[in-house]
């Protein structure tokens, strides 16, 4: 079984609370401790779509689920309406 590298600890959301942010992860070799940031956007499914070293150990991620759907996108979730198509045409 191969070996995993931690890519942080729960930091909390940025500011806009669209981003979620993990640091103090394994140590690089040669390098900073690893972290991530993980971009959260309204889709129909829990889906990650996205991941990314933009710097050494620095990572990147994005994701969709429907959690993040707000507003007039989110209706119908709370009352139980969730279907995969019901939740697409809501993040549009």
Request: proline share 3%.
């Amino acid at each position: 079984m191969g070996h995993g590298s931690r890519l942080g600890s729960w930091k909390g959301f940025d500011d806009s609370g669209e981003y979620m942010l993990f640091d103090n992860g394994d140590v690089c070799w040669q390098g900073p401790n690893r972290s991530m940031t993980l971009r959260i956007r309204c889709g129909a499914t829990e889906t990650l779509t996205k991941v990314a070293e933009p710097s050494r150990c620095e990572y990147t991620a994005e994701m969709t689920t429907p959690a993040a759907c707000s507003g007039d996108k989110s209706d119908g979730i709370e009352s139980g309406n969730n279907s995969k198509a019901s939740v697409a045409r809501r993040c549009k």
